[in-house]
């Protein structure tokens, strides 16, 4: 058991570390990454599928983190996916292991994935329709997403949740189309506010759809009543479709934000620590690893990095600036 904690001067206590595995995507969601790509992190920046584990170890083994989320960019583009999964499987304790995707591949990963220790999923999905996603997401890959999506819940890997991310006038009205979908799969669907996170800085409060503009779209066809399980630090808010069990959520992490209950810290592809989504700051572990320091040192670090933590993202705030790097390199 580890002794140490990763604590910030406002009380929280971070237990659930975000891994971005590369800053390289096969989509071009709109909300998130400009079409033409972006300048990619150059290798040598890069940690190493050992520096991966390595940093991943210290955090869970010296520092409390108990939920390991591997992210990106696309991390299915990465080739030691398995081998990291099945090495941090093996750390003692054995963290919980989750991956968020645009699930492009999974048909072929899955299987392996899961052997290899992987506990959960996450799929990006923002509509149902193949022209509109080729219009959201630059790509011609519904059916791939698709087939990833089965692939992961016929492996076990269930129950798939799905996030969704609406945009006026583009997918706003595929809300109750969404819901049916996943209820009828047996996926847990959860719908994500905007952020302003996008490479080209386009975001806008008040174009946004909000959490209550959801809600009310979903309503329109379903009876919605809040979820009486305790919600902890989840950011999503839950209610019951139709009396229940089924459930859907909506994080609302602009017009309803949870800063106060945030237990997260992140880890980039270079090797950087961020304390929060929106951070202006990061804390460079790769330098720090690769000039020889023992995981003592590094510990002590990463503590320092998030002890420094902000108690809100201050989206709302005038004074708000976008963090420079958009969400596909800090890992979503
Ligand atoms: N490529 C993987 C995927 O799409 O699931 C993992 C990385 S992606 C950055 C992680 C999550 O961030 C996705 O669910 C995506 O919808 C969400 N996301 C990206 N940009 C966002 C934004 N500006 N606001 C809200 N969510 C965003
Ligand atoms: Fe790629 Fe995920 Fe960003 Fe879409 S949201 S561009 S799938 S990293």
Known sequence: MSTRSLRDRHGRVATD??????????????????????????????????????????AVSD?????????????LLRPGLPDIIAAVAALDPRPEISLTSNAIGLDKLAATLEEAGLDRINVSL??????????????????????????????????????????????????????RFALA???????????PLDAGGTWRREEMITAAEILESLKAEFDLTPDPAHRGSAPAETWLVDGGPAKVGVIGSVTRPFC???????????????????????????????????????????????WGKLPGHGIDDPSFLQPARPMSAIGG
């Open 17 to 58: 570390l975000r891994v971005s595995l590369t800053d390289r995507c096969n989509l071009r969601c709109t909300y998130c990454m400009p079409e033409a790509g972006l300048p990619w992190l150059p290798k040598p920046t890069l940690l190493t599928d050992d520096e991966v584990v390595r940093l991943v170890g210290i």
């Open 63 to 75: 520092l409390g983190v108990r939920e390991v989320r591997f992210t990106g960019g696309e991390p």
């Open 126 to 179: 923002d509509t149902l329709r193949p022209e509109r996603f080729t219009e959201l997401a630059k790509r011609d890959r519904l059916g791939a997403t698709l087939a990833g999506i089965e692939a992961a819940a016929a492996t076990g890997l269930a129950p798939v949740k799905i996030n969704t991310v609406l945009m006026r006038g583009v997918n706003d009205d595929e809300a109750p189309a969404l819901l």
């Open 185 to 195: 799969h047996g996926y847990q669907l959860r719908f994500i506010e905007q952020m």
């Open 260 to 306: 106060g209950d945030c237990d997260r810290t992140r880890l980039t592809a270079d090797g950087q620590v961020r304390n929060c989504l929106f951070a202006r700051g990061e804390t460079d572990l790769r330098g720090l690893a690769r000039s020889g320091a023992g995981d003592d040192e590094i510990a002590a670090r990463w503590q320092e990095a998030m």
